[in-house]
């Protein structure tokens, strides 16, 4: 069967030509079509392959009679409707690791040229000026870092920041004090990282708690003369209290990649402050990252459309192809179930429990547990069945390890209605909580659609 991959942004001739090795696939690339276009040119394709130039929205989805995945060439997903995607069974997957370092080495650029105000005294020296005094700076050696988010990114600026020898402080809700220690980095509260701290760097995603993270009370706690950089996202440092904040001399400088509204209104306020450094977004622009995320997309969807290998997926696990083979029957027959019951019950169900036993059990969730980014998957069916849950708390694999469950040691655990897993202790028993509608269609990309019928949205599916 022929897939037909539809690309909406450039991705680069290296991920081009890794497509195009797979017969199976059909290649269109239309590149700068508006939102009203992208909604008719979506029907009839499987595919869609995006960077953040493109934003897929529900009425975009709804349109979206075939597409069973959404490949984007990077990390933020923020331009793609995840949750209207999952309903529909549709694999969103990104790219992950392939602009880490890119970033990270981002983050420390912008944290040295705000040390050393170079942008602005080069721009003096093009504008005629050589003002030597103006521009005095400060060093970074034996100064403390707070890094907020010790996740992939973070945990590489910490490593770079070590080597140029600062004291590495962080604050992250989801990482163990061992693992930091590790890496050589005091985990602190955010309290102390604030009070202690003579730069931050922001490395958290945007979301409900870190939005705003970095406002007006926030900054009232740091030290005098602190400088702030964020390579992270837009929206989590609140821009009018950190302008004013530098106003005041609370804040010495900051150093932005992203902003709340990019690119920034004419009159920003942050722009009309000579101790901000601001860039376009460029935090993943190297031309290794560029190639790295354009030929990982293309090799993912590629994968999952010829080989049902799932990869990097933020709504569904990801699977190698060893442990598909042995999930395969299991996931066809799980959906068959599930369809039947669909079609049974009066109602939506609000919550399904999956009970496993003997080997399939075991292997899945030794598969899962060991994939850190299966935060993504726990955290899509919190939301899908207690909205607001998302991030409310920290999945299996980032707890603390004296807080784990059955997972990390083998003891009897249950995390009750909203924690998606439960495991016996002693039997290989796995009990799995699934969303209504989530999960296993989108686990193999043959599933049929669902189609919408009967009261409050309940999808039921024909029997095949
Ligand atoms: N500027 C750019 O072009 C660019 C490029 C790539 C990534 N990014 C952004 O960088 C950020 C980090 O990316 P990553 O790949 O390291 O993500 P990641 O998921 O690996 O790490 C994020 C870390 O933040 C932590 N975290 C979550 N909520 C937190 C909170 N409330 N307080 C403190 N820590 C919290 C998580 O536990 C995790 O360890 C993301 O926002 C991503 O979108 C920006």
Same mark, same amino acid.
């Given at each position: 069967m022929a897939y037909r991959v539809l690309l909406t942004d450039a991705l680069g001739p290296e991920g081009l030509a890794r497509l195009r090795e797979q017969p199976e696939l059909e290649i269109e690339a239309r590149p700068g079509l508006s939102p009203a276009e992208l909604r008719d040119a979506v029907?009839?394709?499987h595919a869609l392959i995006i960077r953040s130039g493109t934003k897929i929205t529900a009425d975009v989805l709804a349109r979206a009679d075939a597409l069973r995945v959404i490949g984007r060439a990077?990390? /933020?997903?923020?331009?793609?409707?995840v949750d209207a995607a999952t309903k529909k069974g549709i694999v969103v997957m990104n790219t992950p690791g392939g602009s880490n370092v890119t970033t990270a080495e981002h983050a420390i650029t912008l944290l040295l040229a705000l040390a050393r105000n170079v942008p602005q005294a080069a721009a003096g020296v093009r504008a005629g000026r050589w003002e030597r005094e103006k521009w005095l700076g400060t060093e970074v050696c034996n100064k403390v870092l707070g890094i907020i988010g010790l996740g992939n990114i973070g945990t590489i600026v910490a490593e770079r920041a070590l080597g140029l020898r600062m004291k590495v402080i962080a604050y992250d809700p989801f990482v163990t004090h061992e693992v930091a220690a590790r890496l050589g980095v005091e985990l602190v509260s955010l309290d102390e990282l604030y009070a202690r701290a003579d730069f931050i760097t922001i490395h958290t995603p945007l979301t409900p708690e870190t939005? /705003?993270?970095?406002g007006r009370d926030t900054i009232a706690r740091m030290r005098r003369g602190v400088r702030i950089v964020n390579c992270a996202r837009g929206g989590i440092v609140d821009e009018a209290a950190l302008a004013a904040a530098i106003k005041s001399g609370q804040v010495a400088g900051a150093a932005l990649d992203v902003l709340e509204k990019e690119p920034p209104p004419a009159g920003h306020p942050l722009l009309q402050l000579e101790q901000v450094i601001c860039t376009p977004h460029l935090g993943a622009s190297t031309g290794e990252a560029q190639v790295n995320v354009a030929v990982a997309i293309a090799q993912q969807v590629a994968d999952f459309l010829c080989r049902g290998i799932i990869q990097n997926a933020v709504n569904v696990p990801s699977l190698s192809p060893e442990v598909l083979r042995v999930l395969r029957p299991y996931l066809l027959l799980a959906e068959k179930l599930g369809a039947l019951q669909a079609q049974l019950l009066p109602e939506p169900p609000v919550e399904v429990t999956v009970q496993a036993s003997g080997e399939v059990a075991e292997r899945e969730l030794r598969s899962l547990a060991g994939d850190r980014r299966r935060v993504h998957v726990v955290d899509a069916r919190l939301e899908q069945l207690h909205p607001g849950d998302r991030g409310a708390r920290p999945p299996d694999d980032r707890l603390p390890e004296r807080a784990r469950g059955a997972g990390a040691h083998g003891h009897a655990h249950d995390r009750g209605r909203g924690g998606g897993v439960r495991r016996r202790h002693g039997a290989r028993h796995q009990d799995r909580r699934l969303p209504h509608g989530g999960g296993a269609r989108g686990l193999h990309p043959d599933a049929p659609q669902p189609r919408r019928a009967g009261r409050g949205g309940a999808r039921r599916h024909a029997p095949r």
């Open positions: 029907r009839g394709f990077g990390i /933020g997903v923020d331009n793609v409707d939005r /705003g993270l970095i």
